[in-house]
């Protein structure tokens, strides 16, 4: 916070009293810390950072210092070079002979193409010893050049919270230039030196060192001038955010100075780089909503404009703030992603993909250009970006044949290297549809080969998932199935998350009365009745859908005219059986019609499904997954099920058509009731 930033001015001006910028001509001797970059004091004594503010302004142990020696895991700044380098503004330049040099010169920067050629061979490099080896063949740069640079190392090193090879901030050319980051801090234009800020916690260098002290209290005095650009001040907020987290005062500083300027006036980079920095945590919480939403009306005029990159970037921020009021901006969005479906990596199409789902939206041209695209992805692109694709198809109803068989095809050969996650996710969206594909036999025998090979590494409701999946399409893993009944699995299902909700309940109780109905040879272990659910409808996710009022209304009235009174049919049966009746008939064994209150001499039951929109596919007229098991298991309990689809209901024009349509739906072999 406050107190942090105040510390670090403090120890820059104690900094200041000694004369730290001597450069040392041979490596530093004695037992210091391999990774702490080490400063000189004016007779050539290596010094640390933390003896810097002792009133002897010298290190208290001339064989070694004692902090340095207890703290070897941080990196401090300051850099060790082999010859005198002179500083006079913002460009680096660098010699090959006798190690690395850099000298900061204001006379000759680099023009615009030579930053773009140095930042394209930065971008292909893909170690840092390549990186290096561009440095030093580089005869002159910027310091924004040399801030890339550090952040390129920063791209190819970072793994989690630390370096993968942390000696690599202990060879010469980082240190040097860092040494002339550091020595010229001042000198630093505003954009090379928030880079350079920002790249330095990208590296995990100590808060503390001599560098990032004077970066920030550079940075600060910047800061206080009003002068910096939108973008600027999104790099240094990351930066700051990154060392002192969103309490810090110098963020507020920076929020207080973006709120300031106008959205409509921003360019679309720095429009980005606002979203991307308030989606870093800033912008949580309802915080700063006048100024997302003059964002948002901003955003929805340059969307045309967007590169997948931003789309991506964009639509990930959006997820991240939960701008749910922003549906405009996320469908302009989609639009602009139809574009760029080719284009997008691995990475960019799994966001988009996820944003979508989050957002509830999908769009027909979009949903074209990923059934032409997906058949030549498959089976090279990241296993999570193959999964994303079909649980989004399968998340937002639409069935695509071309899809499915694609992913279907390439799942019987990558399978072995998915997550179990991943594996669960694929096959939930089969069944969720209710579609299997032509190589379904392929497909669910590998799914069986991975049960028997993982099963123990499954999660638990990762597993009653798949296995719930796997009965919709009426695929039975009953060696599997079994397991998920004993008291061991029902106990390690209660302990994960939030415990045995509504809806794992539910699934428990349709895959216990799947084995029974389907599975007649099923001799395993029962679901103890304290585990079974009374009705399969329930509010929110449900394993059934609740009917379509107005479609109901339609055919009750129809019911009333061809029954010849109300009572004559039951409306929203709940049955023994859990599932719910959208309307039930009861007849004797005559074939007469009983009042729907008889409970006696009834001889045959017909369940009407009115299925409306909402129960179908929404591209094709297939029912879910969910309703096709319902009318199955109805049928084996021994109703007749009727099913009166929406589509052929809305035909009708009149009360007549309707009745006439449910005496030949009902009633095909009777004349007259």
Known sequence: GSGESWSRVMALKLIHRFPLFGIQRYPPVGPVCPTRLLSTSSVGQPLCVACLCTSAGGCIRRQGCKKLQLDCGIRSLTTIVREPSFVASSCVRLHRDSGPRFRLTQLHRPTAAEEQAFQQRLGSCSSSRQVFTLLRSVEIMSDTMAAAALHRVADLEQEGNSLKDPTVLEKDTIRALCFQLEQDSRRLTDAGLVSALLACTRLFLDPWSTLMVRLVSESQERLDREQMSVGQLCILGQGMLAMEGPGCVMLEQVMEQIQKQKPAQWSLADLIAVYRFLQGSVGEDGKYRDLLNAMHTHAVTVTSRM???AVSGLLSALVTLNQTQAMPLVINLCKQAVRHVPHFTDEELTVVLGALMHFGHSDHYFVEAMERYVPTMTFTSHPETVTKVIQFFGRRNILSPT???AVAESFVYRADDYS???????????GKLGYLPPNAGE???????ILRTRF???QPRTLL??????TLVERFPVNFVSKVF???FLQQLQEQGTGMDRIILAQLTQLYMTLKLECPFYEGPRLLPKYRVKSFLMSGRSLETPVDTHLYNSVK??????????????????TPYCYTLDVEIKLDEEGYVLPASHIDDVYKRIALCIDGQKRFTTNKRQLLGKEVIKQRHLRLLGYEVVQIPYYEIEKLRNNNSVVEYLHQKIFPHTYRL
């Open 307 to 309: 590169d997948p990159a």
């Open 465 to 470: 998932n798949l296995l719930h999946s796997c």
């Open 486 to 488: 004993s008291s061991y």
């Open 443 to 449: 497909v669910f025998r590998k799914v069986e080969t």
């Open 456 to 458: 123990s590494h499954f």
């Open 420 to 430: 179990t996650s991943q594996v669960a996710r694929q096959i939930m969206a089969l």
């Open 557 to 574: 009235t129809g019911l009333v005219d061809l029954l010849g009174a109300r009572s004559y049919f039951g409306s929203k049966v709940l």
């Open 403 to 405: 899809v499915f068989d």
